[in-house]
Structure formats: structure tokens, C-alpha cells
């Protein structure tokens, strides 16, 4: 918490006495009560309000639709929240270029919405797309099962504009697909947590709405089984657009795989897949299973821990061996959603001993060149770091931190090696 | 250069390795970039990862800058050597290390050819994605420097999205891994910022690529359109119809021409020429392919064929990937201009190439990677009359800031280099290169990897780059850093 009264009249002076508000309850960053909640209206308001916090010496926490704080670790301080909220426009869709330039503040839904108008999407399945915004999805590098076809958010953002606590606005990349002028700071900001610089807007490449779509799930006897079948659909000329599968205590694994495509190639992907599967029955599935993923932060009553884990797609069945291992010694109950790409999200409850089970896993995964992030977690892990060890590139992150946010100004403490 | 700096050099590789005669040296004084040219003091060729560090090193104890270079075919003048500086080749670091079908993944050396990397996976039926013209001879470690594209992009996207990891040696000599096999890892993208920073981050000496499963089948397409106003327009129909082909290709006449006497395409004579290829599965590709056809018919196209055979399809890529080379059949000499426009304003900046074409007399060519608005004029010229270098240059850049004023870009995937450092600052802000620049000094404080290039004016670093430098609340006691 910070005392002083000039920062707030500064930053009244600078937004209107309207958009700023003393920190409440639902504010808190785990666990650290912010004193304000600034609301700009514009980039460059947004920039002079980061600029005078920096030069106040305050901590800021730049915030979305705030779905995802929870993400990282605990800050070292939380003075003011820098709420993207009113910067929601959806700027320019150049649809016959299929390109889209947004401000961060805008959800994405109210983006989908507008870009299918033309037949168009983002062609990502974000987290709670009612409320995340494009500036958090970005900064937390959410995806889901779309990015084994269309990659991730590094691969679909194609320009940005960041705002530096130093009260710059510096965009990069631009509005068409194929571009190498210059550094690729997109990528850089994708997935840095807030902690580089804060998102003002941001430029995407778009691709066409499914003409239709189908999806199927299929049962395997046993993780290995399973494994096998993974391997085999990615080793096949099935052009599916997404495959997760679910894994949990002593339930049948269970798999589900999405077509897109006309309907005439629909039909022979179906055929192709029965095929491959061989005695094991395919039947289609409403689209509502391609919410699995956010399911787990809702299934059950406690609040569960979540990790994001990576993994080769060759390991899946290694790593759920070890996970159901140790897990049943605990007495864990967990439930386990993986992609073909090698990403899952892990729900593990209830709490007691999985500190030391969490930071197994991670060294286990690690092992095999994965990693574990703890996305949420229960008051009494609150101590375990959320992102792990960071190798041997911290000096180069430090050293970009520093040039960037040269005072520790942007989300401090919460990222990687505590940046 | 100093004796005992060469000395060391000579230590820190094997006495082959190193290159200092100046008749070998001018091997090495520019790249496909063949108008800039700069002797270096040495080129030195380490064959491990070990021995790159050790020449970084002594680079950075004396402040050598250093200049990486793998087949040399870049066409911004990249690996252009610097005054004073020396030329590291990775050419000796060419072994493939490790190929994991199961996991789609291949390690190499940054000095393998990059359709070597589709060659070794071939037989399982798998292909590295990115694939640009130079592909035979061009190295992924050049590849990845300057993020290269090809005509595929269009569908599987550029080096960058097929490099999932990097082992680097940093400017100082320290070796870095960034990324890795799985996606990922936590922390910053530092592999998405080093792939296409064009040598100036550090030199990389492992890579870690993705390679895709080959589709059921392939199909091309060739229309002849009467201009490329028309091949244009199908362009976007096809695009608006929804589909995402795997490579849209457009070549106007004296293109065509060009490649028809250097390789015999058999291409149909026309204003416009479009390539249009669609893979995936057959059931799929032959309904989208039908779709194409009547969007071309609609559009004007006099004649549509479909390649029939896959030596068929070769023999039309090979038109296509040689169009550069073929321009010396209808001229002396030649540049190669690579800039990026929103697809739909084509028709307009074409109109304008034309119009520019007409003002300086001076004849352009056009290859283009259309479904991404990609283009490669070609501005043709013969150096032997007084003037028209210079003129064919001035041409090339108005081109270029024709792609700004639309909203695209100086390089799709040619790079800046040392050719296009000073249009830089026509498509960014200062703020903008600023915080670039910023970037560099995170990883390179000295300045010493690839210095002079991409950027118009360098920027200093600080005195005691990479140190922490006190808030002044912090030096005042108001408050604490933690």
C-alpha cells in the first residue's frame, strides 16, 4: 500500500476523477490489496499513467477482464491496477485481407462476434471468452485445443503496441501476414505476463469460420493404448483441427478429435478415422467437449490447484503413469486434459502433500524437456513458485526486463525468476 | 589484425579453419547481395559449438565485431562482413544430430541445407515447411536468422513457427538454450525474438525444428489470367470463399517470359499467371479445387490446367523458384526488391509499379507470393549505361515506400540487412526502433554480432551495459527495490 495522496491526483489529473477508484476486495492479486484502479480511456493516457506510477516508484499491475491474475506469482507489490477496460474497440477488420487490429481491452467474444460478421475468427478457444481480453490472453499466452492446426498466439499475432513505463508507446511488426522488418517484439509480449511492457493493441491474422465441422470421440482400455492411438492419428494424413485427451483416477481414457472441412471432406475424414481406429468405436459428439480444458477450474466445490504442464507427445503415457503413481499414493483425486501439441492442464485436489508431489512432477517433466506452471493454487501452496527454474537464459530475461522496465515498475515479482 | 589476436583465433579452431589470404577472403566479401561488398579481416570456420564460443570470446575481449554467415545466399546483405570485423561460417557445422519422428521433431546444425532437413525425413513421408527458392543451398542457420518464408508460408507459416528451440552463444561467448522440444517454456519467447533478428542477437549453433506430416495429396493449379488486375481479383475470391490453399504464386508477362526461356515451364503466355496449390486430404482438395477453377473462369482466365503428375508440378515450381535467376535472359542485370502490401490494394500499388516503370524507363518484372500480398519486383537495367544503376536502385525504393504508404511492409522475408537499414525508419518511429534497439542491448551490450545492420543509427548501450541503474526514489531512500 502506498500513503502518499500526490500519485492519486496525478493520476486523477491524467484519467478523470471517474476512472479512478480506491482498490477493493475483488481486486486482490493474490493476496496483496492494491490502493487504486486506474481506468484510461486512451493508449496515450494509459502510457502517461505508467509513466508517472514508474516515476512514483509504485508497482502496477496491468489488468484485463482479470480471469487470470491468479496466474503467476504473488507480487511483490500491487499499488495501482491498470485496467485495459476502456480500451475495447475492435479498431479495424480488413476482412479481405483477413487481418484485425484491436485494442487490448476488448473480449474475446465481442472480437469473434465482429470478426464473424464476415465469416471470420481468431482462430484460437481461449479461457472464458465472455470476459478474458485480447491484452490477457496475450500476456498469460492462452490457448487451447485450436493451436495444434492454427498454432499459438505467437504464431497469430502479427503486431503490436506496447506501452513502456518510461511513458513509450512503441508498436512492431505491422498489418500484413508476412513481414520481418525488425525485431518481432509480438512474440516478445506474448506470454510475458505483463511484466515487459502493457499492452495497448494488438494486429492478428484471422482465418475463415469452418464451412462445417465435426467431432468425435473415441475410449482406449489403458493410458498405453492410448498412447499408441495419439501417436498413430499424428503420424497420419488425417487433417484433424484439434485432439485432446482426458485422463482421470481409474476412468477410461478418452479422446476427442475436431474436423473442419466441407462437408464431402467431413465425410471421408470420418471414414478415414474409423479406420484407423480399427475395432475401437468413433462416435461423434456435440462441440461442447472442447470444454474440458476450462472445465477443470469448475468441476468440484474446493478451489483445486491447476497446472499447465508440456510435455513431448510421446511422454503423454509416461507422465500420466507417474501422475496416477503418486497421486494415488497421496490420495490426490486429478483429472488430466492433454493436447497433441504436448500441452495439458492437470487438476489436482485436495491440497494436503502436493507441494512436494508438484515439484516432482516438474522435475520429472523437465526430465523429459516439459515443464509445469502452477496457474492456480489454494492459500496453503502459496509458497510454491508458480513457473519453475528458468535455465540458463534468466541473465538475457533480466537483462530485457531491465531495459525495458528498468525500475521493476510492471507486475513485479511475478514472473519467471521472480521478475 | 594484431598478431596475437590471430594467433589466438588459430588456437581457438583448427589451422584449416581459419582464412585470412585476401584471394580467399573475397569469397567471402558479400553475400547474394552482390553490390555491397567489405573485406573482412578473417574468416573463421569452427565445427563445434565449443570452438564458436571460443571465437566470441576473444571477439568480445577485444571488441572484434563478428559477422555469421551460413551459404551466404541472402539478398539484404546480411552477412555483408563490417570494417574491421571478422566472418564467423557455421559451413562446417552441417550434421543433422537428431530426428524423432514420433514427436515431429529434428535437431540440427545451423549449417545444414535446409532441403537436406526434408530429404533425411522423406521416407517416413514428413517434410521440413518452410521453403525458400534458395532451398537447395541456403542454410537453416540463415534461415533462421532471417526468418525466411517460401511460397508454402502461405499455409505453414515462416521459419519461426518451425523452430521450437535454439542453442546460442550470446555476444559474449555464454551459451544460452532458448526455447526447446516442447512449447512453451516458461519465461519470455526468447526464441521468437531471435529467430529473424538477422545475426545481430548471437549466432546460433543448434536448432530445433518441427517437421509436418506430408498430405495425402497435392494439387496445382495454373490459370492465365489477361493481366494480373484479374489474376488479382481471383486471388481475392478465392480467399473470401474461405479457403487457406497452400501456396498462391502470381508472375506477370515479362516474368513468365523470363522463366520460360531459363527452365521451359511451359507456361501459358499471358498477363497474369496464377499458381494456385491446395493440399489435404484427396476428398477435400478436389471439392475446394473445383471452387478455385470457377473463381478463375469467373475472373477472365483464358486457360486453367491442372498439373497432372507430379513431375508436372515440379516442372511448374521450378518456373517459378528460378523466376529470379531467369531475369538475366531479358536483362543485364537486375534487382530484386521484396516488399509486403495488404492483398487488396494489389491492383493499386501494381498500377503505380506501372506508372513508376513508365516514368524512369526502366522495365520491372513481377513475382509475387500473392495470397500474402508478398512481392518481388524485379527492376531490370543494364549497368553498362551511365545512370541507370543508380536510377534502377531509386526505382526499387520507391517501390518500397509504395508498400509503406499502403500499410505493408519493406521485407517479407528478405530481411533489412544492410540494403534496407535507412528505409527503417520510414515504416517505424523512432520510439519504436528505440525499443528495438533496447532489445539488442539485452542481448548484445557491445554492440559487437552483425553491428551496422537492420538499424539506421546504432544506439548506445549505456556505460555499463546490462547493470542495474538505480531508481532515484531508491537512491533517495523512498523506496526499495525487492
Known amino acids: ?419 | 589484425m594484431d598478431l596475437r589476436v590471430a594467433s589466438e583465433f588459430r588456437k581457438a579452431i583448427d589451422a584449416r579453419g581459419y582464412i585470412s589470404s585476401p584471394e580467399e577472403l573475397g569469397t567471402y566479401e558479400c553475400d547474394g547481395l552482390t553490390n555491397f561488398r567489405v573485406m573482412p579481416l578473417a574468416v573463421l570456420l569452427p565445427s563445434s559449438t565449443e570452438q564458436v564460443q571460443a571465437i566470441v570470446r576473444i571477439c568480445h575481449r577485444e571488441r572484434i565485431p563478428f559477422v555469421a554467415r551460413g551459404s551466404g545466399t541472402g539478398l539484404s546483405g546480411g552477412a555483408l562482413p563490417v570494417e574491421n570485423g571478422v566472418v564467423i561460417s557455421l559451413a562446417r557445422m552441417n550434421h543433422i544430430l537428431e530426428v524423432d519422428l514420433p514427436n515431429a521433431r529434428v535437431v540440427v546444425e545451423p549449417g545444414v541445407i535446409n532441403l537436406d532437413v526434408t530429404g533425411q525425413v522423406q521416407p517416413q513421408e514428413y517434410f521440413y515447411a518452410p521453403d525458400p527458392s534458395s532451398q537447395s543451398v541456403c542454410s537453416i542457420g540463415g534461415n533462421v536468422a532471417e526468418n525466411s518464408g517460401g511460397a508454402h508460408c502461405l499455409k505453414y507459416g515462416f521459419t519461426t513457427t518451425h523452430v521450437l528451440g535454439l542453442e546460442v552463444v550470446l555476444p559474449d561467448g555464454s551459451l544460452v538454450h532458448l526455447g526447446g522440444k516442447t512449447l512453451d517454456v516458461p519465461g519470455y519467447d526468447l526464441s521468437g525474438v531471435f529467430v529473424g533478428s538477422e545475426g545481430t542477437l548471437g549466432i546460433a549453433t543448434k536448432v530445433i525444428l518441427r517437421i509436418v506430416k506430408k498430405p495425402e495429396c497435392i494439387r496445382t493449379l495454373l490459370a492465365a489470367f489477361p493481366s494480373t488486375n484479374e489474376a488479382g481479383a481471383a486471388v481475392s475470391d478465392i480467399i473470401a470463399a474461405g479457403m487457406l490453399p497452400a501456396a498462391i504464386e502470381m508472375m506477370d508477362n515479362l516474368a513468365i517470359q523470363a522463366a520460360e526461356a531459363a527452365v521451359h515451364a511451359n507456361y501459358p503466355s499471358c498477363g497474369g499467371l496464377l499458381l494456385v496449390e491446395l493440399d489435404g486430404p484427396v476428398a477435400e482438395v478436389e471439392a475446394l479445387m473445383q471452387q478455385v477453377d470457377a473463381i478463375c473462369a469467373k475472373n477472365g482466365a483464358s486457360e486453367i490446367r491442372v498439373a497432372q503428375s507430379d513431375a508436372e508440378r515440379t516442372l511448374v515450381w521450378k518456373g517459378r523458384k528460378a523466376a529470379f535467376a531467369a531475369m538475366g535472359r531479358i536483362s543485364p542485370n537486375y534487382i530484386v526488391q521484396d516488399g509486403v502490401i495488404p492483398r487488396t490494394a494489389l491492383p493499386q500499388v501494381m498500377s503505380e509499379i506501372v506508372r513508376l516503370s513508365q516514368e524512369t524507363g526502366l522495365r520491372v518484372a513481377n513475382v509475387f507470393h500473392a495470397g500474402d500480398g508478398n512481392l518481388h519486383p524485379l527492376v531490370l537495367y543494364d549497368r553498362h549505361i551511365p545512370g541507370q544503376e543508380q536510377a534502377a536502385e531509386a526505382l526499387s525504393y520507391r517501390i518500397l515506400e509504395l508498400c509503406i504508404a499502403a500499410g505493408g511492409s519493406i521485407t517479407g522475408e528478405h530481411g533489412v540487412g544492410e540494403e534496407k537499414k535507412m528505409m527503417m525508419s520510414k515504416m517505424f518511429s523512432e520510439p519504436d526502433l528505440d525499443t528495438m534497439q533496447r532489445v539488442r542491448c539485452a542481448f548484445d551490450p557491445f554492440q559487437l554480432s552483425n553491428p551496422t545492420k537492420v538499424f539506421p543509427t546504432p544506439r548506445l548501450c549505456g556505460e555499463k551495459p546490462g547493470e542495474y541503474v538505480p531508481h532515484p526514489l531508491e537512491t533517495a531512500g523512498l523506496a526499495e527495490r525487492f
Open chain 1, 1 to 419: 500500500m502506498i500513503a502518499t495522496g500526490t500519485i492519486e491526483e496525478r493520476l486523477r489529473s491524467l484519467v478523470g476523477a471517474q476512472h479512478i477508484r480506491p482498490g477493493r476486495a475483488e481486486d486482490v492479486v493474490r493476496g496483496v490489496q492494491p490502493s487504486f484502479v486506474v481506468e484510461p480511456g486512451n493508449e496515450r493516457e494509459l502510457a502517461d499513467v505508467l509513466r508517472s506510477a514508474d516515476e512514483s516508484g509504485i508497482g502496477v499491475i496491468p489488468r484485463g477482464g482479470a480471469t487470470k491474475l491468479s496466474w503467476g506469482n504473488p507480487p511483490r507489490r500491487a499499488d495501482l491496477i491498470l485496467s485495459t477496460t476502456r480500451l475495447n474497440r475492435v479498431i479495424e477488420h480488413a476482412w479481405a485481407d483477413l487481418t484485425v487490429t484491436v485494442e487490448s481491452g476488448c473480449t474475446i467474444q465481442k472480437l469473434q462476434e465482429t470478426l464473424a460478421q464476415h465469416g471470420q475468427r481468431l482462430a484460437l478457444d481461449a479461457l472464458w471468452p465472455e470476459r478474458a481480453t485480447v491484452g490477457g490472453i496475450l500476456s498469460s499466452n492462452d490457448t487451447g485445443a485450436l493451436r495444434l492446426r492454427f498454432g499459438g498466439l505467437r504464431d497469430l499475432i502479427i503486431g503490436v503496441t506496447l506501452a513502456l513505463p518510461d511513458g513509450t508507446l512503441a508498436s512492431s511488426g505491422g498489418k500484413v501476414v508476412k513481414n520481418v522488418a525488425g525485431y518481432d517484439l509480438p512474440k516478445l509480449a506474448t506470454g510475458a505476463l505483463g511484466t515487459l511492457g502493457v499492452i495497448t493493441r494488438a494486429i492478428f491474422r484471422l482465418h475463415p469460420l469452418p464451412k462445417s465441422a465435426k467431432s468425435f470421440c473415441f475410449l482406449a482400455k489403458t493410458t498405453e493404448e492410448m498412447q499408441d492411438l495419439v501417436l498413430a492419428i499424428q503420424d497420419s494424413k488425417l487433417a484433424h483441427t484439434s485432439f485432446q485427451a482426458l485422463f482421470a483416477g481409474a476412468a477410461a481414457p478418452e479422446a476427442h478429435i475436431l474436423f473442419e472441412a466441407t462437408e464431402a471432406g467431413l465425410s471421408a475424414q470420418a471414414t478415414q478415422l474409423r479406420s484407423l481406429l480399427g475395432q475401437i468405436p468413433a462416435h461423434e459428439v456435440p462441440s461442447r467437449v472442447w470444454n474440458a480444458r476450462q472445465e477443470l477450474w469448475t468441476q468440484g466445490n474446493t478451489q483445486a490447484t491447476i497446472l499447465k504442464i508440456t510435455l513431448l507427445p510421446a511422454d503423454i503415457a509416461k507422465t500420466v503413469s507417474y501422475i496416477e503413481n503418486t497421486a494415488r499414493s497421496l490420495h490426490v483425486s486429478w483429472h488430466l486434459v492433454v493436447q497433441a501439441t504436448g500441452i495439458g492442464w492437470l487438476r489436482l485436489e485436495p491440497a494436503e502433500g502436493l507441494g512436494a508431489m508438484i515439484e516432482e512432477l516438474r522435475t520429472e517433466l523437465r526430465r523429459g524437456a516439459g515443464s509445469l506452471v502452477v496457474l492456480q493454487c489454494p492459500t496453503e501452496l502459496q509458497a510454491l513458485d508458480s513457473w519453475g527454474d528458468a535455465g540458463d537464459t534468466l541473465s538475457v530475461m533480466r537483462a530485457l526486463k531491465n531495459q525495458l522496465d528498468r525500475h521493476g515498475t510492471l507486475n513485479p515479482g511475478r514472473f519467471v525468476g521472480c521478475i
